[in-house]
């Protein structure tokens, strides 16, 4: 999935990922991530996501990674927020009281640009990734943010029934991607309400990433 391919979804409106509110999952289960007052919260390829705001009301500070730059200027207009823009490396930072977000490639921020993560949120992220990125996204996670637990939001369906993305992303994947760096448990899993993009058996699965790292664990 290259840049191009997210650009022009975008642009053609093709954004039925985008909710406009709240996940109801990261409602129901954001409390298991156990996070002090003030954590750093990384969302990576965060579109423009009203989850965002989740994490701001709670008070934490919230670090995004999305190519999109428009979907960003939506963000911050949505917030009613002027953000300060500024050019770092290869990013442009848009950035409000408890918010950062850098408007880049996701694959090449590094973890002195990030600084301290205490806890990943990825809703529509991994699943964004066909199986061949997904590792790579995986390790690259893992590596800027010294595996920092995770609430993770998955889909599940048959694969041979549509293309991705979304791309199914199974119990066993999960494992494969976290399993040696977080003891990785299944919170929830229940049908997608009103189906995925025609799909009615598609299933919405919740996982708790707990860092196997003690400084990164949620309890
Ligand atoms: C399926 S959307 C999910 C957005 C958001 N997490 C949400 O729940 O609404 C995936 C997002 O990832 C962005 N994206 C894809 N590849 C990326 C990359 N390599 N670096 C940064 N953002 C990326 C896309 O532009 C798109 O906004």
């Known amino acids: 999935m290259k840049a191009e391919f997210w650009q022009e979804l ?7 990922f985008h909710e406009g509110q709240v996940n109801r999952m990261l409602l129901k289960y954001g409390e298991l991530l156990n996070l002090k007052e003030n954590s750093r919260v990384l969302l990576p390829l965060c579109g423009k996501t ?18 999109y730059e ?5 963000l ?3 917030l009613k927020v002027k953000p300060n823009i500024s050019r770092e490396g290869a990013f442009t930072l848009y950035r409000a009281t408890n918010l950062t977000i850098y408007v880049g490639d996701f694959f090449t921020i590094t973890k002195a640009e990030l600084e ?20 790579k996204y995986s390790e690259h996670l893992n590596a800027i943010t010294n595996a920092a637990s995770q609430l993770l ?20 994947m999960v494992t494969s991607y976290y399993g040696n760096s977080h003891k990785v448990e299944l919170q929830a899993r229940q049908l997608v309400m009103g189906g995925l993009k025609g799909l009615d058996e598609a299933v919405e699965s919740v996982w708790l990433l707990n860092s196997l790292n003690s400084e990164k664990s949620v309890c």
Not at 50 to 67: A, N, T
Request: charged fraction near 20%.
């Open 10 to 16: 975008w642009e053609s409106e093709q954004t039925g």
């Open 50 to 67: 009203h989850d965002i705001f989740y994490f701001l009301g709670k008070g934490h500070h919230v670090i995004g990674v999305e190519l």
């Open 70 to 74: 428009p979907a960003i200027t939506a």
């Open 76 to 78: 911050f207009e949505a």
């Open 116 to 135: 301290n993560i205490d806890a990943i949120y990825d809703r529509a992220a991994l699943v964004a990734l066909p199986e061949a990125m997904r590792r």
């Open 153 to 172: 939001i998955c889909f599940e369906y048959e694969q041979s029934q549509m293309e991705g993305p979304p791309f199914s992303v199974s119990a066993d």
